[in-house]
T-cell receptor, first 114, second 117 residues
Framework: GNSVTQMEGPVTLSEEAFLTINCTYT??????LFWYVQYPGEGLQLLLK?????DKGSNKGFEATYRKETTSFHLEKGSVQVSDSAVYFC?????????????FGTGTQLKVEL | DTEVTQTPKHLVMGMTNKKSLKCEQH?????MYWYKQKAKKPPELMFV???????INESVPSRFSPECPNSSLLNLHLHALQPEDSALYLC????????????????FGPGTRLTVL
């Protein structure tokens, strides 16, 4: 079956530090890959996505590259801010009989301190 | 505009009450989803509607009853819930079959925080 594995949190960083959140996946074929972010008390927001191998998704300074050879989609940001504190979910998407299903990782909580 | 709206934002109900959650989108999406999210967990899929027809039911108890009256609206009717049903209920939408295959992107609403007493 499909699965997504994310690095365990919480991750605590100082402002302006470099961020990496690891994500690897298992799936048949070539799924689309997503990063969603959830700020406290809110729903999920799409952060970025990639739909085929070697694609790089980017948004708000965050980047992730779809690596088929390592089945990975690691999230990176060069300089984090306090406002980036949130829970980050890696997910893959596959069409099933009835529709589109997202498989989520367990989520990684990021806390950025001054 | 990638906005999905949900009402109410918060809901407290007793185990004998009947209530409904509402979700709306005006992006022309033809697939709509209900998820349940417990604290510190990822969302769990409950239902998928495709072109106003229920296409996926993830073995959800019958005390949750979804309804899709038109392509823009999605309701979740609640009856005789249990305290363990307390959670954040998220709605999402996507283009569905119009987008094709796995590239279809789901956009989430802000959720309804449900507390069952």
């Amino acid at each position: 079956g499909n699965s997504v594995t994310q690095m365990e949190g919480p991750v605590t960083l100082s402002e302006e530090a470099f961020l990496t959140i690891n994500c690897t996946y298992t799936a048949t074929g070539y799924p689309s890959l997503f990063w969603y972010v959830q700020y406290p008390g809110e729903g999920l927001q799409l952060l970025l996505k990639a739909t085929k191998a070697d694609d790089k998704g980017s948004n708000k300074g965050f980047e992730a590259t779809y690596r088929k050879e390592t089945t990975s989609f690691h999230l990176e940001k060069g300089s984090v801010q306090v406002s980036d504190s949130a829970v980050y979910f890696c997910a893959l998407s596959r069409i099933t009989g009835g529709g589109n299903k997202l498989t989520f990782g367990t989520g990684t909580q990021l806390k950025v301190e001054l | 505009d990638t906005e999905v709206t949900q009402t109410p934002k918060h809901l407290v109900m007793g185990m004998t009450n009947k209530k409904s959650l509402k979700c709306e989108q005006h992006m022309g999406h033809r697939a709509m989803y209900w998820y349940k999210q417990k604290a510190k967990k990822p969302p769990e899929l409950m239902f998928v509607y495709s072109y106003e027809k229920l296409s996926i039911n993830e073995s959800v108890p019958s005390r949750f009853s979804p309804e899709c009256p038109n392509s823009s609206l999605l309701n979740l009717h609640l009856h005789a819930l249990q305290p363990e049903d307390s959670a954040l209920y998220l709605c999402a939408s996507s283009y569905g079959r119009l987008a094709g295959a796995d590239t279809d992107t789901q956009y989430f609403g802000p959720g309804t925080r449900l507390t069952v007493l």
